[in-house]
């Protein structure tokens, strides 16, 4: 039986018709936009630093229980605290908190999270330093400022003052009674002749009295004020002394924050600070081992404690 021939314009059409659309069900590669294939999904993978890559893989070192553990104790909780939060029982949870935190994998990831967080150790000492180099002169902007100050004069001479006051004054008001001035003008004027009349009144009955007798007068100043200035404790990068911003007497006054307390809570924290107990008899000489002690032995103990508990009341 003869093969039939194949039309090649039909052969043509076929090669560059549509393709089917698929069967339901079948799995299909997503398109995006533009017609592109799917992207890498590494694409959208948050990129981690050092010490966070560092923390994490100190993490996955620990157990389950542990990581539950490292993770409440960088939250702020105790070591009690932490145990309960990592599932451990609240009776036992202070022993187990004190066992954990020895286990080296348990330090090591609670380090690495102190330094991801940016609270390393040597970051903490990076703030003692920052702290005891500062100068709040710095950051401070010089302001002339008037201010009015009292003092003890003599008498006699303050009345040659106010004397020379009430000459100027009056002659001030006889110049613009002359030039037909408003009321608005001539009253100021005139309560300050008046003021300055019975100080006058004052001053000459005081000599009276005691020739050589002294008074109070006030004195304007121009004085020099230090201000914290906010622009160049931006521009130096030292806003982190700054406290707060509030109204005073001179305009605003800028409070200086010391965070001598949080670098002192995060030495303590990483055992920067060693604090130890020493009992000691009365004379200063170390304590005998009570085993075994007899009477006098524990007597010198308790007195020991006394004196050690008094000196702590009076510190």
Known sequence: MPTPKKNPAKAQAQ???????????????????????????????????????????????????????????????????AAIKAGYAPGSAHVQGTRLIKRAKVKAALEAGYEAAGISPARTLAFIAALANFDRSQIETIVRQRTVDHEYRRADAVVAMVQREVDVTRSMLDDLKLDEADESELKPLQLRLSKARLRLLDLNLLLDSDPDAMTVVEVERLEEIPLIDL??????????????????????????????????????????????????NPDGTPLDAVRNSGPEDLGKMLAAYDEMRTAARRS
Do not use: W
Not at 49 to 65: H, I, M, S, T, V
């Open 15 to 81: 090669a560059t018709t549509t393709p089917k659309p698929p069967k339901p069900g079948t799995a299909q590669p997503k398109k995006t936009k533009g017609g592109q294939g799917p992207k890498n999904p590494a694409d959208n993978l948050i990129q981690l630093g050092p010490e966070e890559q560092k923390f994490q893989d100190a993490l996955r070192e620990c157990a389950p229980q542990e990581r539950k553990f490292v993770l409440a104790l960088l939250e702020g909780h105790n070591h009690t605290q």
């Open 231 to 280: 622009k160049k404790a931006r521009e130096l990068g030292l806003s982190r002394f700054v406290k707060g911003v509030k109204r005073g007497k001179y305009g605003y006054e800028v409070e200086l924050h010391s965070f001598m307390d949080g670098v002192d809570r995060a030495a303590k924290v990483h055992g920067l600070y060693r604090e130890t107990l020493s009992i000691s």
